[in-house]
């Protein structure tokens, strides 16, 4: 992590003791990112999700969205690598199931701060519960609706996103937990 490789011995120590390790249940997660004025704030996640579900071949999109989506956080990022790097993920989750040594992270207020990728193949395969380190950081990830218009998608693939967003929120509002 960025911030252990700069902190002194002492202290890298105590922000190490800071760290809780469980689980999270990904449709609660989902739930944390809803705010009631900026609305949902994680986005990417759909993109991603869409992305796998290209890769299942359910739609023929969901690839060129990931890419457009990582160029415009990453300008000059070898996007197709990003993509290679995340259909093996995907094929490594069809070989060998979820690795629950793989924790996602989250702040301190159990919002994501790093494991969009994992959290969308959660959702995709309807594996809920993932393994998780609640980080004693505040996140300020936004990928809200807003940030994707900024960065230049156009009306259907609003639209798309919004449509994935829907039918993911009403599949999680509708299941148990």
Known sequence: MFIKKFLHKYHR?????????????????????????????R??????????????????????????????????????RYLSIFIQLIQSYDNSGYDNSSEIQLDKYNKLYDGS??????????????SCQVLPIVANVFY??????????????MEEIEQRYVSLKNEIFNSRK
């Open 43 to 80: 986005y990417d996640v759909i993109v991603r999700l869409l992305a796998i579900e290209n890769y299942y071949q359910l739609n023929d999109y969901g690839y060129d969205m990931y890419k457009k989506m990582q160029a415009k956080r990453q300008p000059g990022a070898d996007v197709d």
């Open 117 to 130: 990728h994992r959290m969308a193949l959660a959702f995709f395969h309807k594996q809920y519960v993932l």
């Open 13 to 41: 120590w105590a922000y190490n003791r800071q760290i809780k390790h469980g689980t999270i249940d990904v449709r609660q997660l989902f739930r944390n990112e809803y705010d009631d004025i900026k609305g949902f704030n």
């Open 144 to 157: 809200g609706l807003r940030w994707f218009k900024e960065n230049g998608f156009n009306k259907q693939e």
